[in-house]
């Protein structure tokens, strides 16, 4: 059994796969945040894992504590390099990527070979990137995730609430200051996917993460567009299906 784990830096998300099982065909998956780490060895128990692939963007207290945590000591901590499965990264420094970007980008590949992508993911930050017909990480954008954007605009100011992220938000201009926040940076969210989109010349658009739920039905795209869930689990699994696991610090 493979244990596949992407530490972002609000939840850990994971999934339990059998050997020779397609990307995205798991037996089990989930998420905890940081706060309820410990509740994961029980998840994971009496399933024999017998390696594990880690995307890890949270610091290295947590992959300290994930270590202890992750029933085999045959783990591979998953890192951005210069190409990997076919697929050729063009960042400057092609370490200094978020591992977890490098496997979205793989997983989007996986679910839409040779098309042109942008992949969102929705977490703690947003981050979105480009993904050439050919298969090259053009590179991309990184910017605070909804609830960072809902939530330093509370912090920051004296008037401005805290809004839930789930509120449904109403056609046109908000005529109230809750309705405003949540159009505000919902427009910001899904503003910077169709740029990107548009920059790229987009023919497909993936958009995972928790805040996918939110953002992905405001987008408005003449491309196809999907939500997927756990885009970085699926790309970590594509990289073991289709070639030997890598053993490098993320
Ligand atoms: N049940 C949830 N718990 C935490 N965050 C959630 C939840 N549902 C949606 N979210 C949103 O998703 C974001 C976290 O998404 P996630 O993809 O797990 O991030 P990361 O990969 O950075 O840990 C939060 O900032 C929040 O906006
Ligand atoms: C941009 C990120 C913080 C996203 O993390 P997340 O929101 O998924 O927790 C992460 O991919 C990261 O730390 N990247 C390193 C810098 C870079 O990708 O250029
Ligand atoms: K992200």
Redesign the pocket.
Known sequence: MLLLIDA???RIKWALAEDGAAPGVWIASGAVAHADLNHLPASWAQHGVKRALVSN??GSKLRDQLQLMIPTTAISWFASTAQLAGMRNA?RNPS???C??FAAALGARALAPRQALIVA?C???T?IDAVSADGVFLGGM?LP?LGLMATSLARNTAQLPEVAPGATLPAGFADNTADAILSGCLSAQAGAIERACALHGATACIVS?GAAQYIGPVLRLPIDHRIVDNIVLIGLHSTVTSSPLQDSPC
């Open positions: 972002g830096n609000t963007v949270a960042y200094q990527l978020g977890d970007r993911t977490g703690t930050a981050t990184i995730g993460g």
